[in-house]
């Protein structure tokens, strides 16, 4: 145990260095301050949003065995969740593109309390209904959020590469948010026993519906449609997109991995510390020091989130994230080679929880810019259907844990290649859209749905700029 604690504040100084570095390395000028209180805003409700699922996460398990679940019973109840996800989950996010997406978000925060309150009945079927209406949930976190975000971001013309920023200051915050919300959850069900973390969430939920009704504006994507022709659009802005469709592979496999992951790393090592020590019946069983371990993935979710800005500074996020994506898929190969040795299996996940700092602000930054407005939400929970038949035929077919992770390094190395076969696309784009300064230009959705290059400079484009370069990009 003595290892997780050493390499827990190692990691604990490395987050802190890197923190301060590039708060220095990495600096930011902006004349609009409008965008300060714009990105409070966001980040506010984002953590709320964050917490009140985070709180839930430690003892859902722990809650369902200790109302006389099966084991069996238990899978069925998380197939239901990430099942509803998957079937409901296209459907809510044309809701949101056509009905709003501060709505959905509204709506996100009365289902997962609702959902919260399934979790007070020992009830098979009840705690079934509440994980489907989790699952939805989930959906929306994962996509309106985002989507309400950069419309309202683009409206307002803030200087694109500060969107990225706002992206990484989430994922720091998450991190953030993930560890403290742990704590306040063990301390409330030592308290009051497992279900009242859930009624803490509860409560955190309520305050981020207040915070969204009083400070948010509502934004749309298109009203006109119905809901068909939506999902439709969706599916035509995919296959005859190919950035998009990369995109769309690129979360799939990704993060159907990383979900795969949270449920394997425990056994994993587990089993390897059960190998390293004494069978002798004189000696108790050890046992992996959880709350030590879900910490220090999230110092290296944060010491990610770091390196994205410093990323960013120098190479175009399509460029870093194929090295990033290989080394991923790299880590799983260490409990596949290696799965008796607990500290090499240990960093190896620490290094792919660095993996996932850098790409969740990298993916949303992508997202921005080639995802089209008017079904950016349709389109984003559309890429959650594969990811969710990843985890669900996992759970199904009970299979062990090497042959899991080997799944995995499969899933991962498909990503490097697709990210590959993005930034091929990258290139092609109009030779002003690749020039560099001392970031990428991000790109810019121009009225004919054309990406243009956004200028480096502080001031927005005028009109007359934003012709010009479509009378360039025409030519090209």
Same mark, same amino acid.
């Given at each position: 145990m003595s290892f997780f604690v050493v390499s827990f504040w190692f990691l604990v100084v490395v987050c802190g260095a890197f923190y301060l570095y590039t708060r220095s390395a990495v600096q930011v000028f902006i004349k609009d301050?409008?965008?300060?209180?714009?990105?409070?805003?966001?980040?506010?409700? *984002?953590?709320?949003?964050?917490?009140?699922?985070?709180?839930?996460?430690?003892?859902?398990?722990?809650?369902?065995?200790?109302?006389?679940?099966?084991?069996?019973?238990i899978e069925l109840l998380f197939v239901a969740g990430f099942g509803s996800s998957m079937l409901f989950g296209t459907f809510i996010g044309s809701f949101a593109d056509k009905f709003g997406r501060r709505f959905n978000c509204i709506i996100y925060g009365?289902?997962?309390?609702?959902?919260?309150?399934?979790?007070?009945?020992?009830?098979?079927?009840?705690?079934?209904?509440?994980?489907?209406?989790?699952?939805?949930?989930?959906?929306?976190?994962?996509?309106?959020?985002?989507?309400w975000l950069i419309h309202e971001f683009n409206a307002k013309n803030f200087d694109q590469n500060l969107l990225g920023?706002?992206?990484?200051?989430?994922?720091?915050?998450?991190?953030?948010i993930a560890i403290a919300m742990g704590l306040v959850a063990q301390f409330v069900a030592d308290m009051f026993g497992f279900v009242a973390p859930f009624d803490v969430s509860m409560s955190v939920l309520a305050i981020m519906i207040l915070v969204i009704v009083f400070a948010w504006t509502e934004n749309y994507g298109d009203q006109n449609i119905d809901?068909?022709?939506?999902?439709?659009?969706?599916?035509?802005?995919?296959?005859?997109?190919?950035?998009?469709?990369?995109?769309?592979?690129?979360?799939?496999?990704?993060?159907?991995?990383?979900?795969?992951?949270?449920?394997?790393?425990?056994?994993?090592?587990?089993?390897?510390?059960?190998?390293?020590?004494?069978?002798?019946?004189?000696?108790?069983?050890?046992?992996?020091?959880?709350?030590?371990i879900f910490a220090s993935f999230m110092l290296c979710i944060m010491i990610g989130?770091?390196?994205?800005?410093?990323?960013?500074? *120098?190479?175009?996020?399509?460029?870093?994230?194929?090295?990033?994506?290989?080394?991923?898929?790299?880590?799983?190969?260490?409990?596949?080679?290696?799965?008796?040795?607990?500290?090499i299996i240990f960093v190896a996940f620490l290094l792919f929880e660095v993996c996932v700092g850098i790409f969740w602000p990298s993916l949303s930054t992508m997202r921005g810019k080639y995802v089209p407005e008017n079904t950016r939400a349709t389109i984003m929970n559309f890429f959650r259907v594969p990811l969710n038949i990843i985890v669900i035929s996992?759970?199904?077919?009970?299979?062990?844990?090497?042959?899991?992770?080997?799944?995995?390094?499969?899933?991962?190395?498909?990503?490097?290649?697709?990210?590959?076969?993005?930034?091929?696309?990258?290139?092609?784009?109009?030779?002003?859209?690749?020039?560099k300064s001392t970031m990428e230009p991000p790109l810019l959705q121009s009225k004919d749905d054309r990406l243009l290059p956004l200028s480096m400079k502080e001031e927005p484009l005028s009109v007359q700029k934003i012709e010009a370069l479509e009378s360039q990009t025409s030519l090209v």
């Open positions: 301050h409008s965008f300060y209180t714009f990105k409070r805003t966001y980040i506010i409700v *984002y953590l709320l949003a964050m917490a009140g699922d985070w709180l839930q996460g430690p003892h859902v398990y722990a809650l369902y065995e200790s109302y006389g679940m099966t084991v069996h019973q009365i289902l997962y309390c609702l959902s919260c309150v399934t979790k007070h009945f020992p009830n098979f079927y009840i705690l079934f209904c509440g994980r489907i209406l989790g699952g939805i949930a989930t959906s929306i976190l994962y996509s309106a959020f985002e989507s920023s706002i992206f990484s200051s989430a994922v720091l915050g998450n991190s953030l809901l068909s022709q939506s999902l439709n659009n969706a599916l035509i802005s995919i296959r005859t997109d190919f950035k998009i469709l990369c995109l769309g592979l690129i979360q799939s496999l990704f993060e159907g991995s990383m979900y795969v992951f949270v449920i394997e790393w425990t056994p994993a090592l587990s089993s390897a510390i059960s190998s390293t020590v004494s069978t002798s019946a004189n000696i108790p069983k050890a046992t992996i020091p959880h709350g030590i989130s770091s390196l994205f800005k410093l990323l960013s500074k *120098y190479s175009s996020v399509e460029s870093f994230m194929r090295i990033v994506l290989l080394i991923s898929a790299l880590t799983f190969l260490m409990p596949v080679m290696f799965p008796l040795n607990q500290c996992i759970l199904i077919l009970n299979l062990n844990s090497k042959i899991i992770f080997t799944f995995c390094l499969f899933f991962l190395l498909l990503a490097t290649f697709c990210q590959q076969w993005l930034y091929n696309l990258y290139l092609l784009l109009p030779r002003s859209a690749t020039t």
